[in-house]
Nanobody
Framework: QVQLVESGGGSVQHGGSLRLSCAAS????????LGWFRQAPGKEREFVAA????????FYADSVKGRFTISRDNAKNTVYLQMNSLKPEDTAIYYC??????????????????WGQGTQVTVSP
């Protein structure tokens, strides 16, 4: 069992930066891939970024490549999402999630077993 709690959301202007954190409790944090997903108003939840627990791979949605960076600190049981050059279209609730998989399937939310409650990110024009 893994419990996930996101923090760091807020309101910024176009071009600004935010860093989201997701603290995990439970066992074997280092044996889970961690992902970030987001859901904008009226839209389905979509993949943003993921860090595989095995092999050292990271994955990004095309819309955030070069602007967002996912990282983790296994000693702190925390995963981060550094978001730079934010755009109004990045406005959404951001969720972190944990998966036992480690291959490219971690871009799909159906492969995640544990989810946080979400944190709101609002980017104004």
């Amino acid at each position: 069992q893994v419990q996930l709690v996101e923090s760091g959301g807020g309101s910024v202007q176009h071009g600004g930066s935010l860093r989201l954190s997701c603290a995990a409790s439970g066992r074997a944090f280092s044996s889970y891939s961690l992902g970030w997903f987001r859901q904008a108003p009226g839209k389905e939840r979509e993949f943003v970024a993921a860090d595989a627990w095995r092999g050292g791979s990271t994955f990004y949605a095309d819309s955030v490549k070069g602007r967002f960076t996912i990282s983790r600190d296994n000693a702190k049981n925390t995963v981060y999402l550094q978001m730079n050059s934010l755009k109004p279209e990045d406005t959404a609730i951001y969720y972190c999630a944990a998966s036992a998989f480690w291959s490219g399937v971690i871009v799909s939310q159906k492969n995640y077993d544990y989810w946080g409650q979400g944190t709101q990110v609002t980017v104004s024009p």
